[in-house]
């Protein structure tokens, strides 16, 4: 029964949660708002610098003017660059992935430029060739 009792009630608990997470998430939406800031470009760095001021100063008053100053675009910009990271992610994978763009008709009529220039044999350009249409 000694184990129950305790010097730090359970609303204490609660209550000390809930600031945890409440100081947890300022700290995320400063996080948040600062790196929309910095990436910008259309600001110039007085701007950026106004932004700070006003956000490190008067901390709640700040972040919910940049909130509902620029809340709509946050969203966008972080959408377009989303979709900018997948882009390049994709063009990446499509330039180490095999031959690229050439398919088995490309494969095939490189090796028939080797054999007519007589750079292999027909037994190599058969073999070739079977390569390119098992894939």
Do not use: C
């Not at 790196?35 to 470009?41: A, T």
Request: glycine content about 10%; overall charge neutral.
């Amino acid at each position: 029964m000694a184990l129950a009792q305790s010097d730090y009630p359970f609303l204490d608990v609660i209550w000390t949660m809930l600031v945890f997470f409440g100081w947890v998430v300022w700290f995320w939406m400063l996080i948040v708002i600062f790196g929309d800031l910095f990436h910008r470009s259309d600001v110039s760095g007085w701007g950026k610098a106004g932004w700070t001021v006003l956000v490190l100063v008067l901390p709640f008053v700040g972040v919910l003017i940049y909130l509902i100053a620029q809340g709509k675009h946050m969203g966008e910009r972080r959408q377009s660059e989303a979709a900018s990271n997948q882009k390049q992610f994709d063009d990446y994978v499509r330039s180490v992935a095999g031959n690229g763009d050439k398919g088995a008709a490309g494969q095939i009529a490189e090796a028939k430029k080797l054999l007519d220039t007589g750079a292999i044999s027909a037994e190599e350009y058969e073999s070739l060739k079977a390569k390119a249409l098992a894939r």
